[in-house]
């Protein structure tokens, strides 16, 4: 009985599934640099309550206690409109 070939297109889903699981694994290691900053979202905007002195958001002039309203002109009202994924 002669064995049969998975179908082309079975092998672009294992080859996109396999660059994914790299990718992910990528930048779960080696990903991007924390921004630099620890935020309050309690008075329906962005407070900075700590702001690392060697991070991107110290180079970029931001402060402690600085308060942001909108990031490129998208209002922030909580912490859902601008994800700071380091938590205290």
């Given at each position: ?57 110290a ?5 402690t ?24």
């Amino acid at each position: 009985m002669p064995v049969s070939r998975a179908p082309w297109w079975l092998y672009a889903i294992g080859v996109s599934f396999l660059g994914f699981f790299i990718l992910e694994n990528y930048t779960a290691i080696w990903g991007p640099a924390w921004i630099g900053f620890r935020s309050d979202y309690s008075d329906s905007s962005m407070r900075l309550r700590e702001v690392a002195p060697d991070g991107a958001a110290a180079r970029a002039g931001l402060e402690t206690g600085d308060r942001i309203v909108a990031v490129d002109g998208i209002p922030i009202h909580g912490e859902k409109d601008f994800p700071n994924f380091k938590k205290l």
